[in-house]
Every structure is written in C-alpha cells, then in structure tokens.
C-alpha cells in the first residue's frame, strides 16, 4: 500500500511567514503597550541572554585591541630606546678613543719637555715585524719630514731605538729590545758605564733586556737605578732613558757585573713616537 506524499511547505515561505509575525509582533509591541506583559518575558528569555553575549565578545575583542595596540606602542618606545642605547654606546665608544689619543698626546708633550734642548718630530707607527713586540717598525714620517738614518727614536718614558732606514714619507726604525741592538749605557746613580743588549728571548720571559759590563767597584749600583745612554756613544745622544735595573750580579771575573733592564718603554702597545731631529755629532764606537 503505497504511502500518501507528505505536504511540504518550500522553506522561503516558512522564511516569510517568520519575518511577517515577527513584524506582528513589534508593531503589537510598540501600539498596544505590551512592555509588562508575557510577549516582553518572553523576549527577556531569548535576547537578554544573547545581549550579555554579544556585549562579552565585544568588551573581549575591545581588550584585545587595546594590548595590541599597548604592545605596538611598547615596540616602538623599545625600538626608539635601542636606537638611543646604540647611539650613546658610539659616542662613549669615540669619547674614550679621543681620551685614550689625548693621553698618548700629553705623554709625548710630557717627553718632548723631557728633553727640550732636542727638535722633534711626531710620528705614527704604521706597521711592524712579526711577533709580539715593536722590535723593528715603520713609521709615517721620512726624508721630506727632515728624518735621517741613526736619529735617535723616544716614546713613552724613554729611548725606543733608533731609525735605520728611511723612504720619501716613511722610516725603518730599530728597537733597543731587538736581538742586534746594542746601547752604551750609565747607571744614572752612580754614573758608571754598561753595555745594553736587546734580547727577545728575555723580553718574551721576563719583559726585560739585558745588561753586561757594569763596572761597579764600589758596589753602589742597585736595583731601580735608572740607566741612561752614555756620552761615549756614537750614535744615542746622551742623557736619555733606557729602563731601570731589575737585577745583577757579578761576572766570573770579578771585575764587572751583568743583569736586567726593565725598558722604560712599553714595546707591547707602540702607536706615537717622537724622533730626534739632533744627530750624535761626535763619539766613540760602542
């Protein structure tokens, strides 16, 4: 037995039919004073609940953009401080590398009023040797500065070495630390005579160089004493400081005395140099 085909009703027409009571239903509401009555409780039940919940996502997306744009604001006041941090962290970096070159300029102004009765020139050391001392370096000044082979080289406290060979704009110059190099010295406190020898060897164990042939009869000489290039010799002008005894003792002889020299100069950290424009006119051999 065949069923009978339900009747259905097309859904726009229930759609229709929706819309039309609800328009019913405001107009009754708003024309027969329906506020107090059941047709309000019942709009009570569905669209007050509704309204909280609309009103709930709405203040939690109004929070949300708030912390976005608080947190938008907070990166760009944080890019702004880093920008500011780099900016600072530079001029401290420039102030202490003007400070540090102003300091390296008042040593050599101290130096230059050291030795007054000598002219001078400043150069800049522009390269060196391998290894880890300023044995033997080159310097920015030369012939067109006025600057000659055997000129005498001071920095720091004292007597760097002496320039050996020289180009239009630059120069050679040799170290007293270096192996070959030889200064005919006197104990400044008891005006006696040595030898002082460079020695790498012992700049690398003990940062001092060495000295030999100290006649020292009296045994005045000690440890501190400042030594300083003699008058005997044929290219140091006299009276500069080489470094300060650190140790002696007496040679098998029992005539002189041999030790170490601490060098007045730091050979390590080379950058300034003065160079003595006076030559050694006169002298003996070393």
Not at 141 to 154: F, Q, R
Request: proline fraction near 3%; aromatic fraction near 6%.
């Amino acid at each position: 037995m065949k069923r009978k085909p339900r009747f259905k009703i097309p859904s726009k027409y229930v759609l229709m039919g929706l819309t039309l009571l609800c328009a019913i239903l405001v107009y009754a509401s708003f024309t027969m004073n329906l506020s107090g009555g059941p047709l309000n409780t019942a709009a009570g039940y569905v669209f007050i609940p509704m309204q909280r919940g609309i009103n709930h996502v709405g203040l939690w997306i109004s929070d949300k953009t708030d912390n976005l744009k608080d947190l938008k604001d907070v990166m760009e006041e944080n890019a702004k401080l880093k920008a500011q941090v780099d900016e600072l962290t530079s001029e401290l970096n420039t102030i202490k590398l003007e400070q540090y070159e102003l300091n390296n300029l008042r040593d050599l102004l101290d130096l230059d009023q050291k030795y007054p009765s000598y002219e001078k020139v400043a150069a800049n050391v522009i390269g060196k040797d391998a290894g880890n001392w300023f044995s033997i370096f080159t310097i920015d000044k030369g012939a067109k500065d006025g600057i000659e082979t055997d000129m005498n080289v001071i920095a720091g406290s004292g007597l760097v070495g002496i320039v050996t060979d020289v180009g239009p704009n630059y120069a050679k110059v040799r170290a007293i630390i270096d192996d070959i190099s030889k200064v005919s010295g006197m104990v400044l406190t008891t005006s006696d005579r040595c030898i002082v020898h460079g020695d790498l060897q012992e700049m690398n164990a003990n940062q001092n160089i060495l000295l030999t042939d100290l006649k020292d009869s009296d045994d005045e000489a000690q440890a501190g004493d400042p030594v300083v290039t003699s008058n005997i010799s044929d290219k140091y002008l006299q009276g500069i400081l080489i470094g300060y005894i650190n140790k002696m003792e007496m040679d098998s002889n029992n005539l002189t005395k041999s030790g170490t020299v601490t060098p007045a100069v730091d050979f390590e950290h080379l950058e300034e140099v003065l160079v003595i424009l006076d030559k050694k006119q006169l002298g003996t051999e070393e």
